[in-house]
C-alpha cells in the first residue's frame, strides 16, 4: 500500500514511534506538531515534508491537511495527540472536563473531517487511526475527564467507521499506562511505575514501539478487512487478572 500518512503529535511517544517504524517500511509521512525543536529535526532525518502548527489556532486542521495532501490524495492519518489529566472527580473543574474533550475527542473529529476528501481519493482506501485509553473499558478512580474524553474518541471511532466505509476504514488503539513524555509524571518514579507494571497480567508498561506496531499494521495493506474496531495495547490489563 503506497501514499502518504499524516501524523499528528509526531514530535515524541507513540507518534515518533510510529512515523519511525512506517518510515523504516518506505511508507511517505507527514509530521504535525506544534514543537519546533523537536519536529524540524526529525523530518529532516525521516525526509518527512511536515506542519509546524499549534492546533488550538483558528484553521489549523485545514492546514495541515491541505500542506500534507497538496491536492492529491492521503492514505491514512493517525491521531497521536492527547492528555492524561487524573484528578479526584471533586477537583475537575469545567474547564478540566472542557480541554480534556477538546483535545482527545473534538481534535480527532476536525483531524479526519478536515482530511476526508482526500482520504477518500486514495485507491483502494485510505485508513484512520484514533487513540483511546485502558480506562474507558476497566474504569480507574481519578480519571472521570480522560475517562469521558477518550469514551466519546471510541464513540466516534465507530460512527465515523460506519459512515465513511468503504473508502476510510476507522479503527481506534486503547494503550494501558505507555513510557511517554506525556506520562512522565507517572512513569518517572520508579516505586509508583513498578507498582503499575504488576497490575498487568504481562507485569510491564508499555513502550511507544508496542503501541505504533499496531498502529503501522491498521494503516497497511494487511488490514483492508478491518474498521470499526477500539484495540487493546494493554498487557492484557483490560480482560485479565494476575493470579494472586
Known amino acids: 500500500m503506497s501514499g502518504k500518512i499524516v501524523i499528528f503529535g509526531a514530535n515524541g511517544g507513540i507518534g515518533e514511534a510510529s512515523a519511525r517504524r512506517l518510515h523504516a517500511q518506505g511508507r511517505e509521512v507527514h509530521l504535525v506538531a506544534r514543537d519546533a525543536e523537536a ?54 473543574t469545567r474547564a478540566d472536563f472542557e480541554r480534556d474533550y477538546l483535545v482527545n475527542a473534538l481534535w480527532a473529529a476536525e483531524a479526519v473531517q478536515s482530511a476526508v476528501p482526500a482520504l477518500a481519493k486514495q485507491e483502494g482506501g485510505a485508513s484512520v487511526v484514533l487513540f483511546s485509553s485502558v480506562a474507558v473499558a476497566q474504569g480507574f478512580p481519578n480519571h472521570a475527564s480522560i475517562g469521558m474524553a477518550k469514551g466519546a474518541v471510541e464513540g466516534l471511532t465507530r460512527s465515523l467507521a460506519a459512515e465513511l466505509a468503504p473508502k476510510v476504514r476507522i479503527n481506534c488503539i486503547a494503550p494501558s499506562l505507555t513510557r511517554t513524555k506525556l506520562a512522565s509524571k507517572l512513569t518517572a518514579n520508579a516505586q509508583m511505575a513498578d507498582a ?31 474498521t470499526g474496531q477500539v484495540m487493546a495495547v494493554d498487557g492484557g490489563r483490560s480482560t485479565l487478572r494476575p493470579r494472586g
Open 39 to 92: 519536529l524540524a529535526p526529525l523530518a529532516a532525518e525521516l525526509g518527512a515534508s511536515h506542519t509546524l502548527v499549534d492546533l488550538d489556532e483558528a484553521g489549523a486542521f485545514a492546514r495541515v491537511a491541505e500542506e500534507a495532501a497538496q491536492g492529491g490524495a492521503l492514505a491514512g492519518l493517525i491521531f497521536a495527540v492527547g492528555t492524561i489529566n487524573l484528578k479526584p472527580f471533586a477537583r475537575l
Open 196 to 226: 503499575i507494571a504488576a497490575m498487568h497480567p504481562l507485569p510491564r508498561l508499555g513502550e511507544p514501539e508496542d503501541v505504533a506496531s499496531l498502529a503501522a499494521f491498521l494503516v497497511s495493506g494487511e488490514a483492508t478487512w478491518i
